[in-house]
């Protein structure tokens, strides 16, 4: 059962468990085939080894999930859309993606402004480093920023998009994500109507 107040900016202390764990699930696979008297069954040692092996994975995976969501604090994700893909209607505008806000973003918004956790949410050194090459570049009359600000996995000096506004407040889940219109059947008055 998650606890009511999840902390994920807290260190991954799901890792050390995970690794502890995955050693005992070898040492005791290896200790059932050393033919030590009193050593365990393979029989009996095996599945227990699998066993452990399903919990520390379990508890790496609750680990990484930490892990991955701090690192997604730096990054905002990509959304585009081309002219063609964007929906259009009579009764209708199309405002762009959002997501249903409830208390545990509301938690992790307010957890990611305290002053204590403000260095995860700026960008990295190389990003800092790589904008001011591309100064110095343009500068001297080279243009740099068609290679530094490339869009792709292994570019961890990609610029950011341009959302404007808080950063923390633009990361959010993709699964939440929807299509958010705005209807305005209602005599001029705008209401959101969210459709999926």
């Not at 995955?22 to 005791?28: E, G, I, N």
């Not at 930490?66 to 505008?93: C, D, M, N």
């Not at 000096?157 to 959010?172: K, T």
Request: aromatic residues 10%; positive net charge.
């Amino acid at each position: 059962m998650p606890y009511p107040v999840e902390n994920l900016l807290r260190r991954p202390y799901e890792l050390y468990s995970a690794i502890g764990m995955s050693s005992l699930a070898v040492s005791t696979a290896a200790l059932s085939f050393a033919r030590i008297p009193f050593g365990p069954n393979p029989q009996e040692a095996l599945p227990v080894a699998a066993c452990i092996c399903t919990y520390a994975a379990w508890r790496a995976w609750q680990g990484w999930r930490i892990v991955r969501y701090k690192r997604g604090l730096r990054k905002l994700p990509v959304f585009q859309l081309g002219l063609e893909e964007i929906p259009h209607s009579t009764k209708a505008y199309y405002v762009g993606t959002g997501f249903q806000l409830d208390a545990r973003h509301v938690q992790r918004l307010v957890m990611a402004r305290e002053p204590q956790f403000a260095h995860l949410s700026r960008p990295s050194w190389a990003h800092d480093k790589a904008r001011q090459l591309e100064l110095k570049a343009e500068n001297a009359g080279m243009n740099l920023r068609q290679h530094t600000s490339r869009d792709t996995w292994w570019n961890p000096a990609r610029p950011l998009p341009p959302v404007g506004g808080d950063r923390r407040s633009h990361r959010r889940c993709a699964a939440l994500s929807r299509s958010i219109r705005v209807d305005c059947r209602v005599r001029g008055l705008l209401t959101c109507e969210g459709s999926r």
